[in-house]
């Protein structure tokens, strides 16, 4: 299918250019950004159809641990795994029908790449087939470039070709081509992969009416790149949650050196429905989150709860290091930053598209007490049915003692009261 071809249907692109026009000049109504979650109860096992004008209730996810889906291509029968998950980042529309039958309460969401081109709705894989002629042929204009000016900022290897995406038909031709027929295929949210704070793949300018505009540097860290990555989640979640059934925005959110208290980051999060992070606890899987930086980042996953936003955690590792004290590590650190709205997701890296649960979800640990806090030299958070402690440090290990002695641990071994936590490590801890 061509990209804003003369077939299209121009009533819906007029509409969708208007949206956007009347978002450029400040005045769409707030009253499109609905209200997700009550977070002082779960909601209702019902399955209950909601109003057009409205946005999916989240899961409240305050007991025990809970789970997320990361895509679905090797699920055969999603109907009888779909209980088990709140979300699912990337459902092929052969599937939604089954996850939805399977719990009517999982938020189902349609897989888009930022802003590469993602072929149609229902054949991603042609976007691999449009090169940078097909794309010059049509929309010259709209194809993004590294600073040499020929070669377009293509992603991670991937050979969509990447478009500027502060092209307002951009993101219309998004609409149309993805989250209208997600809209009208049953889905409840648009997951858009690689949102980065940084321009890593040296991004610079854009060709109009045949001459050069550069509008970045190439530089990893540029101040124009995050200006334009608040404007893209502004005006998609607009004309998102303008649809006649409403769909939420959650990227997966990569800030990289950009400080998660940084301006530019708590404006993304202004304009985003959740944060599905591919980094968690483990970095991508090539190692670990440490130190302050560990703090901050329980802290930035509490902070976005906060906002009535759920925050999916990827734990990715290695297969040679995946094991019990992986799962503990990234079991406790989600447990000490869960709140209403948090999932957790472990797996070997990029090894996505499987049911993959481990016997330690089922821990029945209950609810928290409280807040995470610090003693001994490591940080604990007390559950109404059991212990969380987690030592985040890179280089030191830490004795600790537990005002009982009757724990074990996620594996049903005893854990005695006096226990040395090395560093980067965790227990969830039971009554034994």
Known sequence: ?????????????????LILAVIMSGCFSSSTHKQQNDSTSPPSTQNVTLPDHQLRRFIDTWDNIHLFQSFDYNIHDASAIARYYDFVWGVSPAQVAAFRAGNPRTLISYYIPFHRDGGTFSDQAVGKQHDLAYWKNFHPDWVLYQCDRSTPAFEYGDPNIPLDFTNLAVISWQIQTYAQPASENGYDAVAADNLNMENLFGACGLYRNGSWVQRYTGAIDDPQWHADIVTWVTHMQAALHALQHPLALIPNLSVGSVALDDPMVQRVIDHVDGVLDEGGFTDYGHGYVTDV???QYVRFIEHVQQENKPYYIVNQFKPSTLGRSQIEWALASYLMGKQHLASVYIVIAQEYGTDKRFPQYNAQIGSPNGDFYQSQGVY???YSNGLVVVNPSSTSEYTVKTSAS?????DGNHVRQIFTLPPHSGLVLMPG
């Open 380 to 382: 604990w958070r007390t």
């Open 1 to 17: 299918m061509r990209p804003m071809h003369s077939q299209r249907n121009n009533t819906l692109y007029l509409i969708l250019c």
């Open 293 to 295: 930086n560990w703090v």
């Open 406 to 410: 009757n724990y074990v641990d996620l």
